[in-house]
């Protein structure tokens, strides 16, 4: 039991405000226990008042604190109100070990006079005391910088039905409205009822309404939103619209990342639904980077998360069919791509990033290496900088030149990407070309997490500016490849030395395949299948975040 925090002062007038509110209550189930409450800025202390000094003594931290209604029961014999107060602490789980939030009601019930309106008055002036200190207690980080929503805060929640196992309504429902409800957020529930309904709503509607657009569902609905926003007319203003993550899919990749940046212990399911859920109604507010992706038809879109191409891309696209199971739709299928491995053959380049220092990014100082992670220590690449290979395929297109980046097109909306050639001409040629061409994956990541259970990028920030490239040279065995993705379920597959698997920081990059099939998913979605190019704005959206 924690008793960290002082006993009230018996000097202190009772219900009275001396350094922050003392109060002696009963419980709000049986009328014979009393409690004696205190709250300070940062803690909200009770203790039955029949106990011994120190004992029976309970001390909440207002950092776990959501909200504190104020309420008055229907029955008109009862004079008395109640207030209260829902926690969402950090304990130990029942079942398994380790620790995860968990919900913890605290409800009083005040009868100091007759009076109901008097009784009720009292509850409110608690309520709104807990609900303020508790504000000013928002868990933060100190190396990022945040903004909070306003309040009340007005939010648009998106849900897809169909997303994961087809139960995000009842997630909704179940899990997420009650917190919005504690934390007092008025909320609009938007039920998605085709592809693309999110992106078209948000491409149209008046963002003035909202404060902070909700998806709950997998991240292919986050990404309908983004690129809807994107190709608003005020698309620049529009695209730092707050966005807030719930999981309510398969993947749940921008989720798991989000609850990683907490710093907090790992979460899964209906527990990393409800860390998701408790950061939404705290309302801080964090940048996002996002990744503008070239097509080979000219098209441009925007991710948030992932590009990949080769072994993860069949996983993600063949794994749909399991959908109904959940998350272990991925362990299926890797199990069944791993029993016909393919090589995939194509041409790899891309800007290596700055040298990491603390004054250029936002990682952490422990950023896991693996083989090869350094682009300058890396003996398999060159620096090809006045190379011209010119064959008939488009792939001719990774060698280097000295030419400088094409400008875009006025009327394309969105942010310009000043690190790109047009996709019909060479690499710039201070890229690094990637000499080997025979490859089992290609993998992008922009955020830690590639699904709740693969940590993928363990260096990676939601804000950092960095892509986080890695692939796999063919010639692994398969026994290799598994091992590698079962250390990514704790991202150790950066430290074991896996000779085929290459890392690295990058600003932009271009892939282009030569093999005649294949897929290219970017945040899960299958795009065409072609040449493609990339390269992140660091920071240009807003996330709700921790």
Same mark, same amino acid.
């Given at each position: 039991?924690?008793?960290?925090i002082?006993?009230?002062?018996?000097?202190?007038?009772?219900?009275?405000?001396?350094?922050?509110l003392?109060?002696?209550?009963?419980?709000?189930?049986?009328?014979?226990?009393?409690?004696?409450?205190?709250?300070?800025?940062s803690?909200?202390?009770?203790?039955?008042?029949?106990?011994?000094?120190?004992?029976?003594?309970?001390?909440?931290?207002?950092?776990?604190?959501?909200?504190?209604l104020?309420?008055?029961?229907?029955?008109?014999?009862?004079?008395?109100?109640?207030?209260t107060a829902?926690?969402?602490?950090?304990?130990?789980?029942?079942?398994?070990?380790?620790?995860?939030?968990?919900?913890?009601?605290?409800?009083?019930?005040?009868?100091?006079?007759?009076?109901?309106?008097?009784?009720?008055?009292?509850?409110?002036?608690?309520?709104r005391?807990?609900?303020?200190?508790?504000?000013?207690?928002?868990?933060r980080?100190?190396?990022?910088?945040?903004?909070?929503?306003?309040?009340?805060?007005?939010?648009?929640?998106?849900?897809?039905?169909?997303?994961?196992?087809?139960?995000?309504?009842?997630?909704?429902?179940?899990?997420?409205e009650?917190?919005l409800?504690?934390?007092?957020?008025?909320?609009?529930?938007?039920i998605?009822?085709?592809?693309?309904?999110?992106?078209?709503?948000?491409?149209?509607?008046d963002?003035?309404?909202?404060?902070?657009?909700?998806?709950?569902?997998?991240?292919?609905?986050?990404?309908?939103? +983004?690129? #809807?926003? $994107?190709? /608003?007319?005020?698309?620049?203003?529009?695209? &730092?619209?707050?966005l807030?993550? *719930? %999981?309510?899919?398969?993947?749940?990749?921008l989720?798991?990342?989000?609850?990683?940046y907490?710093?907090?212990?790992?979460?899964?399911?209906?527990?990393?639904l409800?860390?998701?859920g408790?950061?939404?109604?705290?309302?801080?507010?964090?940048?996002?980077?996002?990744?503008?992706?070239?097509?080979?038809?000219?098209?441009?879109?925007?991710?948030?998360?992932?590009?990949?191409?080769?072994?993860?891309?069949?996983?993600?696209?063949?794994s749909?069919?399991y959908?109904?199971?959940g998350?272990?739709?991925? +362990?299926? #299928?890797? $199990?069944? /791509?791993?029993?016909?491995?393919?090589?995939? &053959?194509?041409?790899?380049?891309? *800007? %290596?990033?700055?040298p990491?220092?603390?004054?250029?990014?936002?990682?952490?100082?422990?950023?896991?290496?693996?083989?090869?992670?350094?682009?300058?220590?890396?003996?398999?690449?060159?620096?090809?900088?006045?190379?011209?290979?010119?064959?008939a395929?488009?792939s001719?297109?990774?060698?280097?030149?000295t030419?400088?980046?094409?400008p875009?097109?006025?009327?394309?909306?969105?942010?310009?990407?000043?690190?790109?050639?047009?996709?019909?001409?060479?690499?710039?040629?201070?890229?690094?070309?990637?000499?080997?061409e025979?490859?089992?994956?290609?993998l992008?990541?922009?955020?830690?997490?590639?699904?709740?259970?693969?940590?993928a990028?363990p260096?990676?920030?939601?804000d950092?500016?960095?892509?986080?490239?890695?692939?796999?040279?063919?010639g692994?065995?398969?026994?290799?490849?598994?091992?590698l993705?079962?250390?990514?379920?704790?991202?150790?597959?950066?430290a074991?030395?896996?000779?085929h698997?290459?890392?690295?920081?990058?600003?932009?990059?271009?892939?282009?395949?030569?093999?005649?099939?294949?897929?290219?998913?970017?945040?899960?979605?299958?795009?065409e299948y072609?040449?493609?190019?990339?390269?992140?704005?660091e920071?240009?959206?807003?996330?709700?975040?921790?």
């Amino acid at each position: 039991m924690d008793n960290d925090i002082a006993e009230p002062d018996p000097s202190r007038q009772r219900n009275g405000v001396v350094e922050g509110l003392y109060g002696e209550f009963t419980d709000s189930l049986n009328a014979k226990v009393r409690y004696s409450v205190s709250l300070t800025e940062s803690a909200l202390t009770i203790q039955k008042i029949s106990s011994s000094p120190g004992q029976d003594e309970v001390v909440f931290h207002l950092a776990d604190c959501l909200g504190c209604l104020a309420y008055k029961v229907e029955d008109e014999a009862d004079v008395g109100a109640f207030f209260t107060a829902y926690f969402y602490p950090f304990k130990r789980r029942w079942i398994s070990t380790g620790m995860a939030r968990q919900k913890v009601e605290q409800c009083f019930r005040v009868a100091m006079v007759q009076d109901p309106l008097t009784n009720l008055q009292e509850a409110e002036r608690w309520a709104r005391a807990i609900r303020e200190a508790s504000i000013r207690q928002i868990p933060r980080r100190h190396d990022v910088k945040y903004y909070e929503l306003r309040r009340p805060c007005r939010v648009m929640v998106l849900v897809n039905p169909q997303s994961g196992r087809g139960q995000a309504l009842q997630l909704f429902s179940g899990q997420i409205e009650p917190m919005l409800t504690e934390a007092s957020v008025p909320y609009t529930l938007v039920i998605t009822e085709h592809q693309n309904h999110a992106r078209d709503l948000v491409r149209e509607t008046d963002l003035s309404q909202w404060d902070a657009l909700v998806i709950l569902s997998g991240d292919g609905l986050l990404f309908e939103v +983004l690129n #809807g926003l $994107l190709e /608003r007319e005020d698309w620049e203003e529009a695209i &730092q619209t707050p966005l807030g993550i *719930l %999981p309510g899919g398969s993947g749940n990749a921008l989720a798991a990342s989000v609850h990683h940046y907490t710093k907090s212990p790992p979460a899964w399911g209906k527990e990393l639904l409800l860390s998701c859920g408790f950061l939404l109604c705290k309302g801080l507010v964090t940048r996002l980077d996002l990744v503008s992706v070239h097509l080979a038809s000219s098209q441009r879109i925007f991710s948030f998360l992932s590009l990949a191409w080769g072994f993860v891309a069949d996983v993600d696209i063949e794994s749909e069919k399991y959908r109904l199971v959940g998350p272990m739709r991925f +362990l299926v #299928g890797t $199990l069944m /791509r791993l029993a016909s491995l393919k090589v995939y &053959q194509g041409r790899l380049a891309y *800007l %290596p990033a700055p040298p990491f220092t603390p004054q250029n990014s936002s990682l952490c100082s422990s950023l896991p290496c693996g083989p090869n992670s350094s682009p300058n220590q890396n003996s398999r690449h060159n620096h090809i900088t006045n190379s011209n290979h010119n064959t008939a395929h488009n792939s001719s297109n990774i060698a280097n030149t000295t030419m400088r980046t094409e400008p875009q097109p006025v009327n394309q909306k969105g942010p310009p990407d000043s690190l790109l050639a047009d996709l019909e001409q060479p690499v710039p040629d201070h890229w690094t070309v990637v000499n080997e061409e025979d490859f089992v994956l290609v993998l992008a990541m922009f955020q830690s997490h590639l699904a709740e259970d693969l940590f993928a990028a363990p260096g990676a920030a939601a804000d950092d500016g960095f892509i986080h490239l890695l692939y796999v040279r063919a010639g692994i065995s398969r026994l290799a490849l598994l091992t590698l993705f079962m250390t990514m379920e704790k991202g150790g597959h950066l430290a074991i030395g896996c000779p085929h698997l290459v890392y690295e920081r990058v600003k932009a990059f271009r892939l282009e395949p030569l093999s005649p099939e294949g897929a290219i998913t970017v945040d899960g979605e299958m795009v065409e299948y072609g040449p493609v190019q990339a390269q992140v704005h660091e920071g240009i959206a807003r996330l709700i975040s921790g």
